[in-house]
């Protein structure tokens, strides 16, 4: 039985005063919708009190790909201005600030350390607390669970856009606990105010509840592919496809040169829980190899709660550099992965796993302190 579940829109009654009287900015997508699917958007706009949106990656109305420079522009429904937020003016432009009292978030996140909607929050705040006004955000689910943080974390020398902070690639809060945190870690300072969620529990992914999956983004389709993508995002980093410009990006990954069979087949003789993977074929119709047949492995979630996607991801990439010459890295990988040592030809999956622990078991400790559910 499915449990019930209100996000932070949800809720937006018990918390009308923060709103009364005051001028709103809105960063949203599609995502951004209550359980009757009305925009969070739509709800403000009815209240009288939106004057503005802000666009993030793939924009407001999610019709941009993966990277795409969002131009600032009219939205056609409501009729106010939308300003870009992603591309080379990742901050609120002080002409948009000077209109409005604050700015709210109503993004849903996938519980992955590189999903730039966080760090569209994060510049958001701090120009928020630059300008002394209030960010409002409306909290949602991590669709992945919340239990423990996973894979590595990222070293600040590799800061950007797909990684700011000392975070986990899976990084088990919500976007209301990830504010929080960075808010006093990364001492921020902004005047945060957070509309919680209700009904959730650690423990729960995404299809535990009762709530409609949205893709948050073009190429997460599922929430099977928010959970691959905590491990599989890793390979935009190198020659293969991620298995974008296929109906089931992040489950897949390949290359023209790509012996499928023969790496699922060494995969699955490691036995790794909750998951299995299948040789596949499949063409991108954009993207790398874009129109060019791809030898593939296929993702396989056999049980959500005991598949480590980041854990299997690099025994995979580890598999295919012993068995494919043809295997290469971009400098992209070091900004996914947080570090270079990835690309170091002495790295090894399994001893490099081994050394995560005890710098886990400190975050997630120092993370706790910001839980809400």
Known sequence: ?????????????????????????????????????????????????????????HGVRGNAQAGKHIESYTDEKTGIPVYSLYGDKPHIP???????????????????????????????????AAAEKTIVVFDRVNPVGGESPQGNILDTAFSSFV?????????????????????QTQNIGCDLEI??????????????????????????????????????????????????????????????????????????????????????????VFSKHAGVPCGGVFFHITDKRAYRPFESALYMLDIIRRTHAELAFTPFIDLLFGTDVIRSDTFNAEEYLKTLCPALQLHEKEIKEYYLY
Request: aromatic fraction near 12%; proline fraction near 6%; charge should be negative.
């Open 195 to 284: 509309i919680p969620l209700s009904g959730w529990s650690r423990s729960d992914h995404y299809d535990d509840t009762d709530l409609l999956w949205i893709p948050p983004s073009p190429n997460i389709p599922t929430a099977d592919t928010a959970l691959c993508y905590i491990g599989n995002c890793l390979f935009e980093g190198t020659n293969l496809s991620e298995g974008r410009g296929t109906t089931r990006p992040f489950e897949c990954i390949g290359a023209p040169w790509l012996d499928g069979e023969k790496v699922a087949e060494r995969f699955n003789q490691m036995g790794l829980s909750g998951v299995k993977a299948r040789g596949c074929w499949f063409t991108p």
């Open 1 to 57: 039985m499915k449990k019930t579940v209100l996000n932070g829109v949800d809720r937006i009654d018990q918390y009308r005063h923060l709103f009364e009287g005051k001028r709103v900015g809105l960063i949203t997508n599609p995502t951004g919708v209550n359980k009757n699917l009305v925009p969070t958007a739509d709800i403000l706009f009815d209240m009288g009190v939106l004057v503005c949106m802000f666009s993030p990656e």
């Open 94 to 128: 002080k002409e948009a600030m000077d209109r409005i009292d604050i700015v709210a978030f109503d993004i849903q996140d996938i519980g992955a350390r590189y999903y730039t909607y966080m760090y569209t929050l994060s510049y958001a705040m701090e120009d928020c």
């Open 163 to 183: 990684g700011r902070y000392p975070l986990a690639a899976r990084h088990n809060l919500t976007i209301g606990e990830y504010a929080l945190y960075i808010n």
